[in-house]
């Protein structure tokens, strides 16, 4: 049927009276979320997404309400079990679907979700890095310590916002402006919520540890700094070294910058004893650098190590006396044949120190005290390598020896 007007028209056009009618032509379509942007139990938009051990994420007010209801324990999906304390908050999808929000806010897209108090946290701390703003950068980095040591629930939602890498960002940032009075501010706010934010991930250790003017600002706070500081700064000091040790993390951080700085304050810090922490942080640092190559285990040795060490084994409590041994295990159990003439020098003085100051006895004392099977069998080998010494030793007392013996048997036992 003809209708006036419209012989001009290409054929495909809808008819121009039809045109106003349309509101799809008038107002823009909403947009409805991706399914996965979708609360499980509400089918709603996540306001606040967190993930379950199951590996569904819900939105928290929903969970919250579903497990709190009728004493549920299980997950609504799966119905695997469930606690609100498993939850931790999901702040890739949340940040997903904030940038869903704003680019389809025009369409009929939901506002914008807020960022949690974590997230803005980390953002206030990555802008004022950003702009070398030290002062801003001290006050969120005290605002996550005190968020990090009001609860561990605190402290798991600041690690899912990424706080531990922005705090070693501002750390490593600041570090070359240490002189500035509010850059050394900046930079003991930032160690000491850093210290709080543990484990810390793989690329938090590689920002502040592959920087050599953060490694040497983290050693001379731990040589020295106050109590506190000193530890945290060991603690830190003992993350980079445990991942720099291991082959994966060997070509993201480098040390040798400080190597001798690190061996140094490692071995002041075990035998100044501030708090049984950083001596064991201490500990495992020494063990990781021992077990790292020869030439470490000889500066470890140069340092005085093995008899700082050999002192801690019998007055310290059972995990301080088996970090002791297991650092001094990677020591002294590398075979002096497959050492440089330095190593293995290195290595017999320092068991001639540990002789002088009674390692023999006090080893046998630890075995016949009782402990573990392992820290037995630890001892066991210490005990093989420092008899194998005690002929070469003139100026040790006789009564270093008065155990001998019954090491011996312990030893074929």
Not at 348 to 354: G, Q
Request: charged residues 20%; aromatic residues 2%; contains cysteine.
């Amino acid at each position: 049927m003809h209708t006036p007007g419209t012989e001009n028209a290409h054929p495909l056009s809808p008819p121009s009276s039809s045109m106003s009618s349309l509101p799809f032509r008038t107002t823009p379509a909403k947009e409805e979320p991706p399914p996965e942007f979708l609360c499980p139990i509400t089918l709603d938009l996540m306001r606040d997404p967190v993930a379950a051990p199951t590996g569904i994420t819900y939105d928290r007010a929903a969970i919250s309400s579903w497990l709190l209801s009728g004493g549920q324990r299980t997950c609504p999906v799966t119905h695997a079990e469930l606690r609100a304390g498993d939850l931790v908050p999901n702040h890739t999808l949340r940040r997903l679907i904030q940038d869903w929000c704003a680019a389809n806010r025009s369409r009929g897209g939901a506002e914008r979700v807020p960022d949690t108090p974590e997230a803005a946290a980390v953002a206030e701390l990555e802008g004022a890095t950003r702009a070398g703003d030290a002062e801003r950068c001290a006050a969120a980095a005290r605002w996550v310590r005190r968020q990090a040591r009001l609860a561990e629930r605190n402290r798991g939602c600041l690690a899912s916002a990424g706080a531990a890498c922005a705090l070693a960002a501002a750390f490593a940032s600041f570090a070359d402006a240490a002189d500035a009075a509010a850059a050394r501010d900046a930079l003991d706010a930032v160690l000491a919520a850093l210290a709080l934010v543990m484990p810390m991930d793989e690329e938090a250790i590689v920002v502040v540890g592959s920087s050599s003017a953060s490694v040497a600002r983290l050693i001379a706070v731990a040589a020295n700094g106050g109590l506190h500081s000193r530890l945290q700064a060991v603690v830190v000091i003992r993350e980079i070294i445990s991942l720099s040790c291991h082959r994966y993390g060997a070509g993201a951080v480098d040390l040798s910058a400080n190597a001798d700085a690190i061996v140094q304050v490692l071995v002041k810090t075990i035998r100044d004893a501030i708090c049984p922490e950083a001596t064991r942080a201490c500990l495992v640092a020494a063990y990781h650098l021992a077990c790292s190559g020869e030439s470490t285990a000889a500066r470890l040795a140069a340092a005085g190590l093995v008899p700082v060490l050999v002192e801690l084994l019998v007055d310290a409590d059972r995990s301080t006396a088996e970090k002791a041994l297991t650092a001094l295990d990677a020591a002294l159990k590398c075979p002096e044949d497959d050492m440089d003439g330095t190593a293995a020098a290195g290595r017999r003085l320092a068991i001639i120190e540990a002789l002088q100051v009674g390692a023999l006895q006090k080893v046998l004392l630890l075995l016949q005290a009782g402990c573990r099977e392992e820290t037995k069998e630890k001892a066991t080998e210490l005990l093989r390598v420092i008899v194998r010494y005690q002929g070469r030793v003139e100026c040790v007392d006789t009564m270093d020896f008065r155990g001998l013996k019954r090491g011996t048997a312990i030893l074929t036992t």
